[in-house]
């Protein structure tokens, strides 16, 4: 495949390249690239928010190039500020371990393990001295850290950012420089970091490397960024009924942009989607059934959706008119009732229920 | 010695003591207090503004106390940014060590060898990791530390402040809890460090340190604080003369001012050169002869004046009135000329002259 057929590729669903000339020079170059992802297990799953570039860099690899795959489990140690509106609470080695245990097994649903290179960023960070770490922040100044949206909206609203927040780009950076990346893939939150390793890279005497900046997912709330802090995820992990069900339980819209972000399905299939001319409910159903056959299998999503109808669909047809608690319902709350009488199968379910407005009292 | 007479004593001279009632009780326990001082060798002399906190160890231990003295030589690479309107120059580690290399006979012309304890701050801090580094920034904001004066400004005024210029008072501060010191002193840009010291300790469960503030000693130029780099300083090991004519040197308010932080004169006497009870003349000569001896012995100092007489008043008197050159004048900086006719022993010394406006042409 020619260089530009690769860009084609690779250019889908991107928010931006920098520079995107840079990248079309190393893929004519023939070589095989270098493309690092890096993930801090700050919780123990990896969620579909996740799977965005990982699926990108499994693009990568189906052309040919190097995937290497970065634990941060030094990195989730410090906590990525990026895009926060507050310091992250501090992870103790002992729970960064645990949360990284099955990190490497979750990704290689998606990645293909014989071309990725997996490394954890404590091989190099734990080495690091405070000396180095003054050359380090030699390198960057005060003003450009707070001219980073996030951190300028913080120090502006007075609201604290500790110190070793301001290492975190840096640090990341340099595990640009430990594996000699060619490209570095992160979503838009990332481009600040994307941008410090390639300036740390030239450095250091290395080409810096190209940064893919790729779009963040929103959460089941269609608000927020997906995140397991937030409760609006949904891991790879999930049961095939609980990610069923999930998908399921997002809004319209949102289940368009999901199609978008997520979706395999040939682009005219999005486009209809897109344009109202499949009935959203199947849609949806067509989402969920895709994504949970590509982590639990086809067999597992036929169950889900079997599950799926029966439990929640079919119920709602000959849903009761009128329910007989054996508790008093002012003592109950109303997630709590709603679960009771079967419309939804746990209370966090209800509350998510509850939250998008499906539920009316009177 | 009661505590109270102690205190009396300590306090002279002194800017501020935070808090104070600490240091009574401390000094009332009776236990020989820790007190540290730490100086980087970011230049290979110690001047008479150095000699100010030095001096007051020095009555520390008059008082059975025991001195602590760090010779910065791993700060020193950072470089303090205290008071400072631009980032330092980096210095290699060769500079530093040869920097280094005569502080500690420097500092024992004042200080007591049998109750100082030396060390080198590389000697821990060359240990610290990146974790232990991350953990230390943890406890300190950015607000906080662009709350001080001089990084304030810089960032209001969009001069470049390093990120690593806001390691150093956390690094400084680490040092107070390495030698669990009980007393700190640093002059009055030091205070924010010297408080950071003091949070770090109880941090790290050791009762918070007492910061006693010093006044900062103007340089010759009665302007800018005393600083090699400045090119406005007089270093401990300048030679007798140079000593005495650059104290000779200084402007009449500047003088009472050098008489008030570096005399040892009785109390009355100062308060005379201070109500002009005292020829402006006859009192320099005085501050310069005890300098002079205090640093090169009494021999010196005497020597030194006689030097100082012939050379240059003596001169003053026999002035010539037309001299003859032999290469043409405007061919000649005013400073060279200035050497040349014998008015001043070096061009440095007549462009101090230039500078203070002793020189009219024509």
């Known amino acids: 495949m020619t260089a530009e057929e690769q860009l084609a590729i690779l250019r889908r669903g991107v928010v931006n390249i920098v520079p995107e000339d840079e990248l079309l020079t190393r893929l004519r170059?023939?070589?095989?690239?270098r493309v690092k992802l890096g993930v801090d297990p700050t919780a123990p799953d990896i969620h579909l928010g996740h799977t965005i570039?990982?699926?990108?860099?499994?693009?990568?690899?189906?052309l040919g190039h190097q995937a290497v795959l970065i634990i941060g489990d030094f990195t989730a140690l410090i906590g990525d500020p990026s895009g926060r509106s507050a310091t992250r609470p501090v992870l103790?080695?002992?729970?960064?371990?645990?949360?990284?245990?099955?990190?490497?097994?979750q990704v290689f649903k998606v990645l293909d393990?014989?071309?990725t290179e997996v490394c954890h960023n404590s091989e190099w960070l734990s080495r690091l001295t405070l000396e180095d770490v003054v050359r380090l922040t030699g390198k960057m100044t005060v003003a450009r850290m707070l001219e980073r949206d996030d951190f300028r909206r913080r120090y502006t609203a007075g609201t604290p950012i500790a110190l070793h927040e301001f290492l975190y780009p840096l640090v990341q950076g340099y595990d640009s420089v430990a594996v000699r990346a060619d490209?570095?893939?992160?979503?838009?939150?990332?481009?600040?970091?994307?941008?410090?390793?390639?300036?740390?890279?030239?450095?250091?005497?290395?080409?810096?490397?190209?940064?893919?900046?790729?779009?963040?997912l929103e959460g089941t709330d269609g608000v927020q960024k997906m995140s397991k802090s937030l409760g609006n995820h949904i891991g790879i992990t999930d049961t095939p009924e609980?990610?069923?069900?999930?998908?399921?339980?997002?809004?319209?819209p949102l289940m368009v942009r999901y199609h978008e972000l997520l979706s395999t399905a040939p682009e005219e299939r999005i486009a209809a989607v897109r344009e109202g001319q499949i009935h959203p409910m199947e849609a949806k159903k067509g989402l969920a059934a895709e994504?949970?056959?590509r982590f639990h299998g086809s067999e597992a999503a036929e169950q889900a959706a079997r599950f799926f109808e029966e439990r929640f669909q079919k119920r709602t047809a000959h849903r009761p008119t009128e329910v007989r608690l054996d508790t008093a319902a002012d003592e109950m709350g109303i997630c709590q009732l709603i679960k009771e009488v079967g419309f939804a199968p746990s209370t966090s379910e209800a509350r998510r229920l509850v939250h998008q407005g499906a539920v009316r009292v009177d």
Do not use: C, W
Not at 53 to 62: A, G, S
Not at 92 to 105: G, I, K, L, P
Not at 242 to 252: F, L, P, Q
């Open 291 to 293: 994504l949970v056959e």
């Open 183 to 216: 490209v570095e893939l992160g979503g838009t939150d990332q481009t600040f970091n994307l941008m410090v390793g390639r300036d740390l890279q030239r450095d250091a005497g290395q080409p810096g490397q190209v940064a893919m900046v790729l779009p963040l």
């Open 113 to 115: 393990p014989a071309r």
């Open 29 to 33: 170059s023939g070589s095989h690239l």
């Open 53 to 62: 570039p990982i699926f990108k860099l499994r693009e990568f690899q189906d």
């Open 92 to 105: 103790s080695r002992a729970e960064v371990a645990e949360n990284a245990r099955t990190y490497v097994a």
């Open 242 to 252: 609980e990610m069923y069900g999930k998908v399921m339980s997002i809004s319209d």
